[in-house]
């Protein structure tokens, strides 16, 4: 029987998100691909040209969810405050998802990006996009200097998010959160 070209690709992303999280980018050949995909090795490589064709649309898949997971927290709040904070809130679930393990743009960095200038800029788009929206963030509660208040929070985010990959915890969403209004407190007007 054969799937329809929409199937067949989402049954490749599927597997390839899964294996690639868990395990990295270059620990995962396209043969583990297709056994755990269930698509044969000549769909695959007709679906996605190459496996750096299928790393760039993890990447992409990745960054979709990312920042749907993310709206899901911030759009919520109430507050300018309060939505700022719920950044730090989302990290904290993301974190305790069983399956977490780290930033897959952080690790698909560290894996290549000196050799794939395409996963570096993949990596730095979403690193990008993530301030530009604590950016807005910041402006719109009022931040005499929004660019330079979410400069502080990505790095609490960042480093939060690297901690907690380490530490299997998701405490340090906790401490960057504190630490976030802290900077809050000392930066917004009163």
């Given at each position: 029987?054969?799937?329809?070209t ?5 049954q ?18 396209m043969d ?14 007709q ?8 790393i760039e649309?993890y ?6 969810i990312?920042k749907?997971?993310l ?9 300018p ?12 679930d993301?974190?305790?998802?069983p ?6 743009f ?5 894996e ?13 788009a ?10 807005e963030l910041?402006?719109?509660?009022g931040a ?6 979410a ?6 985010s ?19 959160r504190?630490a976030a ?7 917004l007007?009163?």
């Amino acid at each position: 029987m054969t799937i329809d070209t929409a199937t067949a690709q989402e049954q490749v992303l599927a597997a390839a998100d899964a294996l690639f999280y868990e395990r990295g980018v270059q620990a995962v050949g396209m043969d583990a691909i297709r056994t755990a995909s269930g698509v044969s090795l000549k769909r695959l490589y007709q679906l996605f040209g190459s496996k750096d064709e299928l790393i760039e649309a993890y990447l992409k898949r990745r960054d979709e969810i990312w920042k749907t997971m993310l709206a899901e927290h911030v759009d919520p709040a109430k507050d300018p405050r309060g939505r700022i904070l719920a950044a730090f809130d989302f990290l904290y679930d993301w974190f305790q998802q069983p399956d977490y393990r780290g930033c897959a743009f952080i690790n698909s960095f560290g894996e290549l990006g000196t050799v794939s200038p395409r996963v570096a800029e993949l990596a730095d788009a979403h690193k990008a996009d993530f301030q530009r929206r604590l950016t807005e963030l910041a402006q719109e509660a009022g931040a005499p200097d929004p660019a330079r208040l979410a400069e502080y929070l990505i790095l609490l985010s960042e480093g939060a998010i690297t901690r907690s990959s380490i530490a299997r915890s998701a405490e340090p969403a906790e401490h960057a959160r504190e630490a976030a209004t802290l900077l809050l407190d000392a930066l917004l007007p009163a």
